[in-house]
């Protein structure tokens, strides 16, 4: 599976973004998860092949929704309230299942960069 993200960019505090991830195949679920420097890959939201089932983690606080277009083969992510520390690099993922350690996801985006500044 191939994946292509896109819509990073530079954003002020308060302000929102759009990712988008195209995909090859689009009977994989699909996650999302950031880096920022010197720290972790960490999940940040996920949603099942049949765009049904979708997951976020906690931190997110309802500010990110995930989302898919089946037609398309694309999965967005909305991030909306974007803070500082949402400054990473966003990487989307595919795998057969949705699960929030890094290490499960078998097929990986080459990651965009979101940042924001205060």
């Known amino acids: 599976v191939q994946l292509q993200a896109s819509g990073g960019g530079l954003v002020q505090a308060g302000g929102s973004l759009r990712l988008s991830c195209a995909a090859s195949d689009k009977d994989y679920a699909m996650g999302w998860f950031r880096q920022a420097p010197g720290k972790d890959r960490e999940f940040v939201a996920g949603?099942?092949?049949?765009?049904?089932?979708?997951y976020y983690a906690d931190p997110m606080g309802g500010r990110f929704t995930i989302s898919r277009d089946r037609a398309k083969n694309t999965v967005y992510l909305q991030m909306d309230s974007l803070q500082p520390e949402d400054t990473a690099t966003y990487y989307c993922a595919a795998d057969t299942l949705v699960m929030q350690t890094a290490s499960h996801w078998k097929y990986w985006g080459q990651g965009t960069q979101v940042t924001v500044s205060s």
């Open positions: 949603v099942t092949w049949d765009g049904i089932g979708k």
